[in-house]
């Protein structure tokens, strides 16, 4: 199996869970349709482009690494919509353009919300595709986290990478021993065994359902797919 590796490593990261309020949740690992827009994202792909997203999320089977658990922090954040300067229907977005606010329920009176963030913490992302000759391959990607075509960000905006996220390739039996590899380990990282999380048989027992597949063309999550938590350490030689 040929395998790609991601590292997010940040000040802050946000792994988006469902939301059904003001809060903005997170949650332990970073969901599929985070990782599909996030490739989308350095491949240039616009959102309106629904069918090339979805048929990469198909294609995409990843497992996650903690390497780093960091802290957990909220952001609590207020913004007035009654002053004069909010009245700029203007805003500007990650390609450079500006586009226009659309208005909404919260388009006046003080907004409050919360975020929920990760500080300090270290993921690696082991990825592979289905039906690898087809485009775009992992040497696409590869070559679009190493010069995206937009800025990139983990999770939310703010989230800015410290440093490229993309972390090199190797082959290996599975996405698990590919995780276990040493060479694949950052140097600043927390002592294991790490924890780790991927996709599993529904009839797996450590399996747990996950909602975290997007429909892309209605931007909405849809269906259901079962993750396992696990540990690894890092493989040492006999």
């Known amino acids: 199996m040929d395998v790609l ?19 903005g949740v997170i949650q332990a690992y970073p969901a599929l349709s985070m990782i599909t827009g996030l490739l989308g994202n350095a491949l240039g792909v616009d959102h309106s482009e629904h069918e090339r997203l979805q048929d990469l999320q198909e294609r995409i089977r990843h497992a996650v690494r903690r390497d780093r658990e960091g802290k957990r922090l909220q952001d609590y954040q207020t913004v007035d919509f009654s002053k004069p300067y909010m009245d700029d229907a203007r805003a500007w977005t990650t390609d450079g353009r500006l586009e226009q606010r659309k208005g909404g329920s919260a388009s006046s009176g003080t907004h409050i919300r919360e975020r929920d963030y990760l500080a300090g913490a270290c993921y690696t992302i082991a990825l592979t595709l289905d039906r690898p000759s087809e485009s775009p391959t992992l040497d696409d990607l590869a070559d679009a986290l190493r010069a995206p ?19 090199g390739r190797t082959t290996a039996e599975d996405l698990t021993a590919a995780l276990s590899d040493p060479e694949f380990f950052p140097n600043e990282r927390d002592d294991g065994p790490y924890a ?22 209605n931007q909405v999550h849809t269906g259901q797919r079962w ?11 006999a």
């Open 5 to 23: 590796f991601l590292r997010f490593d940040a000040p802050m990261m946000s792994f988006g869970g469902p939301i059904i309020d003001n809060r």
């Open 149 to 167: 075509a937009r800025p990139l960000f983990i999770g939310r905006k703010p989230c800015l990478p410290a440093e490229p996220l993309y972390a």
């Open 196 to 217: 780790i999380w991927m996709e599993a048989d529904r009839d797996d027992p450590q399996a747990r359902p996950y909602t975290d597949r997007r429909d892309w063309q």
């Open 227 to 237: 993750v396992k938590e696990d540990h690894v350490e890092i493989a040492t030689s």
